[in-house]
C-alpha cells in the first residue's frame, strides 16, 4: 500500500505527502465524486420518458404532468438552499451517499403511484432526496481542489451528470423501447445504479485532507491553499447557518449568478423533459430510417456532457479562469443552434448533429457557474453558496415546467420547446453580462 492508502485505511494524525501521492489521492476524490453523480441522474430525469405511459395509464394531461415534474424541481430547489448549509456544516460524503439510498427507495415508491396525489407527493419528496447530492459533491472537490483548477475539476464533476444524462435517457430508452417494459419499471431499474454509486462513495471519499488524515506537499500550490483553508476554519469556527446564509445572500454577484443559472436550467429542463415528449410524438419525420427517434434523443445528453467537459477547461485555460465570458458565449450559441432545431428542415442524420450541438452549448455552462460558486464566496461556504445559486436555477425550472405543458396542450405542438430554450438562453447570457467574474 502506499503511503496515501495507508493514511485512508486509518490513521488520523495529518501525513505529508508526496506531490504525486497528493494529486493520485485528490484526483481519487474527485473520480469518486463524479461515479457517484454518473448515477444520481436515473432518479429525476427519467419522468419524461414516463409521461406517454402515465398519460394513457392514469390519464393525466401534460399541464398535470408538468406541474408534477415541476413539483420535483420546486424541491429540489428548496432542498438545495438547506442541503448546501449542511453540506457545509456536516460535510458532504455523508449527505451525497444518503441522498442517492433515500432517492432510490422514493422511485420505487413513485412507481406504485395510483394517481395524481401519489404521483406528484413521492415525486416531489424524491426532488428534496435528490438535493443531497449535488452540493455535497461540490463541497467534497471544493476542499481537494484549488481556485486555479476549479474549472478544470467542476468541469470533470458537470462532465459526469453530463453523463448522468446520457446514462438516464439510454436505461430509460432500453426500458420502454427494447424490453418494452411500462412506465413503472422506468423508476425501478435504473436508480439501482445510483444506490451501487451512493455506497461506493461513502466507502471511498474523504470529506477533506484533514479528514483522511494527510496534509499537502509543501511549498505547493495545494499547501497554500490548506494553510488557507486552515484560516478559513479558525475564522470560522462557531459561525451560525444564519451568518453563512446572510454572508452569500448579501453577495450581489451570487444574485447575478443564480438569475443566469435560473435561466440556463429553464433551458436545460425545458430540453431534458420536453425532447423525449417530442421524439415520441407526431411532430417529428424521421424520414423512414429503421433508428428509433428516442435513440436519436440521446444526442442531446451526449452533447450535455461534452459541453460541460470543454467548458470547465476553457473558461481555466482560454478565460484564465473568468467565468462570465464562457457562459456568455455558450448562451447565445445555445439559443442559435435551438432556433436551428426549430426552423430548419432535418433528417435524421442532420437532426442528430443539431441536437447535439443544442445540449453542448445549452449545458456547458454549468461548469463556470459551479466554478464560480467557490471563487465568489470562498471555500468555508463553497456549499451554501452552491446550494443557493442552485435553488434559483430549479426555481426558474420549476415555474417553466407547468407552462410549457400547458402549451403543448394547447397547441399539440411539442417542437415549440426550442424556441422557448432559446429566448431562455438568450436571459440567461443578458444577465451573466452583470457577473464580470
Known sequence: MSKAENVMAGSRTPE????????????????????????????????????????EDLGLSKATLGAISGILLWSYAAGQMINGNLAD???GRRMMAAGAI????????TSFSIGVKSLGILWGANGFAQSLGWPSGGRVISNWWAPHERGKSFGFYTFAAGMASVLAFVTSTIVVDTLDLDWQWIFRVPVLLMLVGGVTFYLVARDSPAQAGVTPPAG?????EAKE??????????????QRYRAVLRNPKIWSTGIAIGFQNMARYGLLIWVPVYFLGDNWEDGGSSVSPLWISVALPVGMAAGALVNG????????????????LFMVLGALTALTMYVAPLNVTTGIIVLFLTGFFVYGPQSSFWALCPDIAGRRMAGTATGVVNCFAYIFAGAAEP?????????????LIFPIVAAAC????????????
Open 313 to 328: 477547461q476553457i473558461s481555466d485555460r482560454l478565460f484564465g479562469s473568468r467565468r462570465d465570458r464562457p457562459i456568455i
Open 220 to 224: 505547493s500550490a495545494d499547501a497554500a
Open 89 to 91: 456544516k456536516w460535510g
Open 102 to 109: 433515500l432517492s432510490t427507495v422514493l422511485n420505487w415508491g
Open 229 to 242: 483553508a486552515a484560516s478559513e476554519a479558525d475564522a470560522s469556527a462557531g459561525e451560525t447557518s444564519f
Open 403 to 415: 407552462m410549457v405543458g400547458a402549451l403543448m396542450d394547447s397547441t399539440g405542438n411539442t417542437s
Open 426 to 437: 438568450g436571459c440567461s447570457a443578458l444577465v451573466a453580462l452583470t457577473i464580470r467574474r
Open 16 to 55: 505529508p505527502l508526496q506531490k504525486h501521492e497528493y494529486t493520485r489521492l485528490k484526483w481519487r476524490m474527485l473520480l469518486s465524486a463524479m461515479f457517484c453523480y454518473f448515477f444520481f441522474y436515473t432518479g429525476r430525469q427519467t419522468f419524461g420518458f414516463a409521461i406517454p405511459g402515465i398519460q
